[in-house]
C-alpha cells in the first residue's frame, strides 16, 4: 500500500509517500510544498493545490492521510491554515483518492505509543521506523510522514481510528 501523509498548512505543507508492506514502512518520497508570502492569498492556496495534485498524480497513492488541525491561539492564523488543510482535501478528493483524518494524539499514539508525546519524540520515531540517516526538515515533512505511518497503522481499522471521505 503506498500513503501519502499530509501536514496542512498554506505557507508550508509537509507530505510525505511511503510504502507499507507486510508491517514495514519504506520511503518513497518527502517534502514541502511552500508558498512565497508575497503572492497574495488565493494564489498560493491554488499553487498548493496544483502542487498536491502533481504529486498524487505521480506516486498514484492507495490512500491520502491528513492530520486534522490543532486549535492555535491565534485565530488568524488557525484560519489559514484550515484553508490550506480544505486544499490539501479538495486536491485528494479531486484525484479520486480515498482520504482519511487523524488527529495528533492518534498519530503520536500511532507512531511514539504515547498520546502526548513531544514533537521531538514523534520526529525521533519517524527517523527510526523509516530508517532514515536524519530527522527530515523542516519539521512539516517529519509531521506528515508521521501521518502516513499512522494510516499504515490503522488503515484495516476504517472509521474506527480514522475519519474516512
Known sequence: ??????????AITGYGIVKYDGNKFSIIDCGAVTT???MKFP???LVLGNRLEELIARYNPDAVAVEELFFNKNIKTAIAAAHGRGVALLAAARMGVDIFEYTPLQVKQSVVGYGRAE?????QMVKVILNLPGIPKPDDVADALAVAICHGHFHGLGSIIGERY
Do not use: T
Not at 500500500?1 to 498554506?10: A, L, N, S, T, Y
Open 119 to 123: 514533537k521531538c519524540q514523534v520526529q
Open 36 to 38: 512565497n508570502a508575497s
Open 1 to 10: 500500500m503506498v500513503i501519502m501523509g499530509i501536514d496542512p498548512g498554506f
Open 43 to 45: 494564489q498560493r492556496l
